[in-house]
């Protein structure tokens, strides 16, 4: 039980804040445009750009990239948001979903294509 005395309370809390506010931000404003559906992975997308640009100009905080690390290595907390995200949006598709896949396909094979290539010719 000493790990709980030596956690970071603050950082676990304005870490998680973060993430849920970027979520429910996106998540609202995806509202707005009629796809709430697509709000985790906005906020994902989001969150990932300012986080970029701030580690650009200034340095991020030890204490944000230390909890990052235990939620990445201790849980799929990460994961869940894009991934409810992406089956609520599967769900909508309807009658795209034929033309969704058939993208998914092709973007997915011909970069992997191309890696091979790549690997096969440098490795």
């Known amino acids: 039980m ?16 973060l993430i849920i506010i970027f979520r429910e931000a996106s998540v609202w404003l995806m509202g707005q445009f009629n796809h709430p559906e697509l709000g985790n992975l906005v906020g ?4 990932l750009i300012v ?9 991020i905080s030890v204490r944000l990239v230390d909890t990052n690390n235990k939620i990445m ?7 869940l948001p ?10 909508h598709l309807g009658e795209e979903m034929p033309i969704f896949l058939v993208v998914l396909f092709i973007s997915t ?4 294509w191309v ?5 096969k010719k440098w490795l």
Do not use: C, H, Q, V
């Open 2 to 17: 000493d790990w709980i005395k030596t956690l970071d309370w603050k950082a676990w809390a304005g870490t998680i804040a």
């Open 44 to 47: 994902l997308i989001s969150l």
């Open 109 to 112: 094979l011909i970069p992997l």
């Open 73 to 79: 290595k201790e849980s799929a907390f990460a994961f």
């Open 82 to 91: 894009i991934s409810a995200g992406s089956l609520l949006m599967l769900k």
């Open 115 to 119: 890696y091979a290539k790549m690997s």
């Open 51 to 59: 986080l970029s640009l701030w580690r650009k100009f200034n340095k």
